[in-house]
């Protein structure tokens, strides 16, 4: 009787232990991932589909004026879509081919990127758009440096975040 409930027992665990396997390797689609760029500590972890918009907003420091970056997750890259800026100013594209549109300047810029890095500041208020949702990634950072990339992620890892 007792060997049958161990037996009972090693089947369930197994059983178990086939299932969290099988959805630790289980591709359940991409995500962007914010994480601390010192200590690689996940802060936030947003499930994202091909051409979802991931945008950085914040107020430039010189100008303290609105700029917004706007990417394009395709194939696990960020593809830079669309900046809007307020004013010329430091770091902004004084070269480039610049359109106006409701009172900002536009710009398409070309590039895709693996990862980007942010420094978000108290005085520029970052904040990271994902889709139709909005993060304070100061509050999220506590104003640390952040990595922001695109990953697979699996069923396992989707249903733990």
């Not at 390797?25 to 994202?48: F, I, M, N, S, Y």
């Not at 970056?69 to 770091?91: N, P």
């Not at 978000?120 to 104003?143: C, F, N, Q, R, W």
Request: proline share 3%; hydrophobic share 45%.
């Amino acid at each position: 009787m007792l060997d049958s409930i161990h037996t009972r027992i090693l089947v369930v665990v197994a059983v178990l232990a086939l299932a969290v396997g099988v959805s630790a390797a289980v591709p359940a689609g991409q995500a962007l991932v914010v994480e601390d760029a010192e200590t690689g500590e996940r802060l936030k972890t947003v499930p994202v589909e091909e051409n979802t918009t991931v945008a950085l907003e914040y107020t430039h420091s010189v100008e303290k004026t609105r700029v917004l970056d706007a990417y394009a997750v395709q194939d696990g890259t960020l593809v830079m879509t669309r900046m809007e800026f307020k004013s010329y100013g430091a770091g902004l594209p004084a070269r480039a081919n610049v359109t106006t549109e409701n009172g900002s300047f536009v710009f398409n810029p070309q590039g895709s990127y693996r990862e980007l890095y942010v420094k978000p500041g108290h005085i520029a208020g970052h904040k990271l758009h994902v889709g139709e949702h909005t993060y304070d990634l100061v509050a999220l950072s506590d104003a640390r440096s952040v990595r922001l990339h695109v990953t697979e992620q699996s069923v396992l890892d989707a249903a733990l975040h």
